[in-house]
């Protein structure tokens, strides 16, 4: 398994509160991403990164913004969480060098509940 | 468009059938196409992709049968064993980026 630990791997949390959760990786690799899981959705993009403090907006990115101020580690933050952002988060990490850009390697998620 | 949709929602196959698992794409820029594979609690893992320059791709019993003119491609699953219960995920994008579009996800079972 690629070493990607995401913390906290559960968390019921309140309306209106800040959460934060965190994506930790061991492999060094460059590439950082977070999407959520849905049904009927699939996986979503939230936001990405290309190295540190270098980050940018995915397809829904509304509601969500992350910081990345070491290499291993992307932080994704709600800062006034809503029950339309409960959902399963998924961290992911690419080589993101060309010839293989495609595979992704996802961490084994955070269940996130909004009351 | 950026969509990519999957059908079927779930599939429920016995063991040693095929399963089957299509998905329709509507960017003709699109040149990379990959099948994740997800165990429950657990994240989604790639288990084979394609390019658009060949129609078919095997691995084990996995195959990926790709239909340029149509924008389709499907998964194929022969001798469906109970261990390959799980939901899978169709994707696309470009080869030479790390932009991914997801399917909405099938969830296979097999019963032995």
């Known amino acids: 398994d690629a070493g990607i630990t995401q913390s906290p791997r559960h968390k019921v949390t309140e309306t209106g509160t800040p959460v934060t959760l965190r994506c930790h990786q061991t492999e060094n690799h460059r590439y950082m991403y977070w999407y959520r899981q849905d049904p009927g959705h699939g996986l979503r993009l939230i936001h990405y990164?290309?190295?540190?403090?270098?980050?940018d907006k995915g397809e829904v990115s509304d509601g969500y913004s992350v910081s990345r101020s070491k290499t291993e580690d992307f932080l994704l933050t709600l800062e006034s969480a809503t029950s339309s952002q409960t959902s399963v988060y998924f961290c992911?990490?690419?080589?993101?060098?060309?010839?293989?850009?495609?595979?992704?390697?996802f961490g084994e998620g955070s269940r996130l509940t909004v009351l | 468009q950026q969509q990519v949709k999957q059908s079927p929602q779930s599939l429920i196959v016995q063991k040693g059938g095929i399963s089957i698992i299509n998905c329709a794409y509507e960017?003709?820029?699109?040149?990379?196409f990959p099948w994740y594979q997800q165990f429950p609690g657990k994240g989604p893992a790639l288990l084979i992709a394609i390019r658009p320059d060949v129609s078919e791709k095997k691995e084990g019993r996995f195959t990926i049968s790709f239909n340029k003119s149509a924008k389709q491609f499907s998964l194929h699953i022969m001798d469906s064993q109970p261990g390959d219960s799980a939901t899978y995920f169709c994707a696309a994008g470009y080869y030479n980026t790390d932009k991914l579009i997801f399917g909405t996800g099938t969830r296979l079972q097999v019963f032995p």
């Open positions: 990164s290309y190295g540190v403090k270098d980050t």
């Open positions: 992911a990490i690419s080589h993101g060098t060309s010839g293989s850009p495609g595979e992704l390697f």
């Open positions: 960017n003709t820029a699109f040149d990379y």
